[in-house]
């Protein structure tokens, strides 16, 4: 009995030293967003609803004795999707690079300068099949067996950051969805200062194979974005532009090519914050394997006040309205939205 006590008090000693040996530095943040939206769409009845947003993340990291830091993250709360797990690893090197393993996403979309918009949770609904596309990074596709490496700043010039990406075959059987096989892509951003201006200036390039059985697309994903922000003081004025071809395929099944161009304001005075932004997005689509002939759009303004209302609580009211397009008639879903929340943040 005697020396099973002892085994027992020494595995027991070994675990709880291995504990310590091994374990990581675990940080915890998230938001929680509520509020009332009010939708009017253009021929059809007004609808209030509440919108939540819900967000729990554990960052882990740890660093190694050659300098190293080995970093990851989970989210187990998420509103839309309930849980994230789909974090890779990320390793920081002493010299300020880093290297992104496993989920890695895409350079090019690491790049894409932020254009102010509506700080709200309201959004429009538009037809399904309306493929006009509104964010810079719309062509930025990758699958999770990839890598993205980030330079250190001032990289071959002062202020100059730069990011290569690329991914590969999951070995996955084709299916009528097109699936992206691999891609590679190449990012950069610059910041300088013209006098009392910070700027900011953010491009990339991205181009992506994919598959599926049956007909072949006409052009696989692959295009470009660059956009400028400029902070004075208070005030950060930015615009952005991209083009690209892209697949719509785990929607509605089309492939199509398009363009956006956005711009947005923020100015900050005291515990207010107002944004406003707008985006103009085109596209022509057509079933996989058939350049589309007719163009979809979508032209988007959004405003939004914030208020501090405490540290870490933000009350927020937004507006956002849409005017779109599909196969070049009038999409009678388009509209407007109010929405009014806060969010708490730790």
Do not use: C
Not at 7 to 25: D, K, Q
Not at 70 to 96: H, P, Q, R
């Amino acid at each position: 009995m005697k020396k099973e006590l002892l085994m027992g008090t020494a595995l027991v000693s070994t675990l709880g030293a291995a504990s310590v040996a091994e374990a990581v530095t675990a940080t915890m943040s998230g938001n929680h967003q509520t509020g009332i939206e009010f939708d009017s769409p253009t021929n059809g009845t007004d609808t209030n609803a509440q919108i939540n947003d819900n967000n729990f993340t554990v960052s882990l990291s740890e660093t190694t004795d050659g300098g190293m830091t080995i970093s990851s993250s989970f989210k187990v709360m998420d509103e839309n999707t309930k849980e994230d797990y789909d974090a890779g690893f990320t390793l920081a090197f002493t010299d300020g690079s880093k290297l992104d393993v496993i989920a890695a996403g895409n350079a090019a979309g690491s790049h894409a300068v932020s254009i102010p918009g509506s700080a709200g949770a309201e959004g429009v609904t538009t037809t399904s099949t309306n493929s006009a596309p509104t964010g810079l990074d719309f062509m930025t596709g990758s699958t999770a067996l990839g890598v993205e490496y980030h330079t250190a700043a001032d990289f071959m010039a002062d202020g100059l950051k730069l990011s290569v990406s690329a991914s590969t075959d999951n070995g996955a059987a084709n299916t009528s969805t097109y699936r992206t096989d691999s891609h590679m892509a190449i990012g950069a951003t610059y910041v300088t200062d013209l006098g009392d201006t910070a700027v900011t200036v953010g491009a990339g390039y991205t181009t992506t194979d994919g598959s599926r059985d049956g007909t072949a697309i006409n052009n696989d994903p692959a295009g470009m974005h660059v956009g400028v922000s400029a902070v004075t003081g208070d005030l950060t004025v930015a615009v952005g532009f991209a083009d690209g071809d892209d697949t719509s395929g785990d929607k509605d099944g089309n492939e199509y090519t398009g363009e956006v161009v956005k711009a947005g304001v923020k100015y900050v005075t005291g515990d207010l914050t107002f944004n406003v932004g707008l985006t103009s997005g085109t596209s022509k689509d057509g079933a996989l394997g058939t350049a589309g002939t007719t163009e979809d759009s979508k032209d988007v303004a959004s405003a939004s006040i914030s208020y501090a209302v405490a540290s870490g609580v933000t009350a927020i009211l937004g507006y956002t309205d849409v005017d779109s397009s599909d196969e070049g008639v009038n999409d009678t879903t388009d509209g407007s939205a109010w929405y009014i929340g806060a969010n708490m943040a730790f």
